[in-house]
């Protein structure tokens, strides 16, 4: 979808066109599931949250001011919807289970090596998770992902780059663990 | 494996950790839950009416953070950051009134904030300058930061308030450079302390509210600023030329203090980039406030072991080390 096309569905959307509006959400729906899966860890939450935060948007979509700034405008919305429905969550489950990891229900029946890698990744900075996730779940370019979060695309190279090594390094020390005696 | 060998390996397991299958919006779904909605969405440019009651509902503003740079030819430099929010007409009980945050920030002496920044060339983005930084800003003393890079102290900016002095600390190299703090230089700088970016963006009404969360364990209202503009005149532009710049700031709703901070920022080429066009991504967290600071931290007399340099001189050595 070119820029263009994006800034005047969103004109049509902020006159109140609910179908302008749809047709944006079907372009960016699955980096929004993406974002609010990096918070939440858990599909069926993270396509809720972002439904909701579409939601969100779409009434308060009158408010932004730079209809530019849309893309991160929306994803700031995903992820603080998720955010919220993360600490809801976690509110439920200390009052019903000791462990409240949003990962530890995930690793039951995954290759370990996958499993201690979501692990890491779930433990990353929220911004960096996202990047992750909309690089090798979304498979979107650095150009994508900089317009979506509103940030440079060095900046998104470079946090990637520092999540990989992060991710690299934090399997090696956990294999020498393993191999100690 | 070799390298490309790992990498792919490394690639591949990130791939099916974060694989999640695939996703489809189902429009006429999402149709159907809108019009379940019992609100409709407002008319464009309701928003700037803040004096509408149903608009009191909320407000934002916000702010940011910090800059800093410099090296050369003053070598180095600057400043500091924060943050601004605002709201004309109060709040919804569960939100954050800028007013409040002023006055909570004007009961504030002294504060540390702890963070980094990376500064990258936009001609060439493999030139990529990155340190920690701590701030220290003291409503009677005045600035401290210090750069650090791998945990090694690299540079310490002194503007002592009383003294109207300044003083340029290059660790590694033990030389020091000292410039005068002129009123309107320190009136700069005030402008750049939490309640003096509040002053100023209370002007800008650009900023997005994003919710609460939890920022490092404490519950946090978040605020995005799409425009830093108004913080370009803080600084002469011969020494940060502010092109462009969003930032988000995290108030924390207990404490009413802004307790992270960042900002993405375009600078254009001036002595403080060493004449680059530069991307610049700060970060900045409230590490401690009201604490006492130790005086000695804001003594701009030549330490001992140190030669003291003009600027000239510091440019000649960054010109030597390339």
């Known amino acids: ?181 | 494996m070799n390298d490309k060998e790992n990498e792919n390996w490394l690639d591949g397991m990130i791939r099916q950790a974060v694989d999640l299958g695939e996703v489809e919006f189902d429009r006429r779904k999402w149709l159907g839950r809108l019009a379940a909605q019992p609100q409709k969405p407002c008319p464009a440019g309701a928003r700037a009416d803040h004096n509408k009651p149903d608009n009191a509902e909320t407000i934002w503003r916000k702010i940011m953070e910090s800059r800093l740079t410099k090296y050369s030819a003053a070598a180095v430099v600057t400043l500091a950051a924060a943050l601004v929010l605002w709201n004309p007409l109060g709040t919804t009980p569960n939100g954050v009134a800028l007013a409040q945050v002023q006055a909570r920030i004007a009961e504030v002496e002294t504060m540390i904030l702890r963070g980094q920044a990376t500064f990258t060339s936009v001609a060439d983005p493999n030139v990529v300058v990155k340190y920690d930084n701590v701030k220290y800003l003291s409503r009677q003393e005045g600035f401290v930061e210090d750069g650090f890079v791998k945990d090694k102290l690299i540079y310490r900016v002194i503007l002592n308030q009383r003294q109207k002095q300044g003083l340029l600390l290059l660790v590694p190299w033990k030389r020091c450079v000292r410039f005068p703090c002129p009123e309107e230089q320190l009136r700069a700088v005030e402008r750049l302390t939490p309640s003096g970016i509040v002053d100023v963006l209370l002007e800008s009404n650009a900023y997005q509210r994003l919710g609460t969360a939890e920022i490092d364990g404490v519950e946090a209202e978040g605020f995005e600023l799409q425009n830093l503009k108004p913080l370009d005149n803080l600084v002469p532009k011969s020494l940060m030329d502010l092109q462009q710049g969003t930032a988000t700031v995290w108030v924390g709703t207990k404490e009413l203090l802004p307790i992270r901070m960042e900002a993405d920022i375009l600078l254009g080429k001036t002595v403080a980039t060493l004449f680059m066009d530069v991307r610049c991504h700060k970060m900045a967290k409230l590490d401690k406030y009201n604490v006492e600071l130790d005086p000695d931290l804001f003594d701009t007399r030549t330490p001992e072991g140190y030669t003291e340099f003009k600027l000239t001189d510091i440019l000649g050595m960054f010109s030597r080390a390339g």
């Not at chain 1, 900089?146 to 992060?166: D, F, H, I, P, Y």
């Open chain 1, 1 to 181: 979808m070119t820029e263009n096309r994006v800034t005047n569905l969103v004109a049509a959307a902020r006159k109140g066109d609910a179908e302008s509006f749809s047709r944006l959400c079907e372009q960016h729906y699955p980096a929004l599931v993406a974002i609010a899966y990096s918070q939440l860890a858990d599909r069926g939450l993270a396509e809720d949250a972002a439904q909701e935060a579409l939601l969100v948007a779409y009434r308060d979509i009158a408010r932004l001011k730079d209809p530019g700034r849309f893309l991160p405008w929306l994803a700031a919305i995903c992820r603080n919807t998720a955010i919220d429905m993360a600490r809801a969550r976690i509110r439920e489950r200390y009052a019903q289970v000791e462990d409240c990891s949003p990962v530890a229900d995930l690793c039951h029946h995954e290759n370990d090596v996958v499993a201690a890698v979501r692990e890491i990744i779930f433990g990353l900075d929220p911004e960096v998770k996202d990047i992750i996730l909309l690089r090798y779940y979304n498979e979107m370019t650095y150009r994508q992902i900089a317009e979506l979060l509103g940030m440079s695309e060095e900046s998104v190279n470079g946090k990637l780059r520092r999540a990989r090594n992060t991710i690299r390094q934090e399997l090696q020390r956990r294999a020498s663990m393993e191999t100690e005696p």
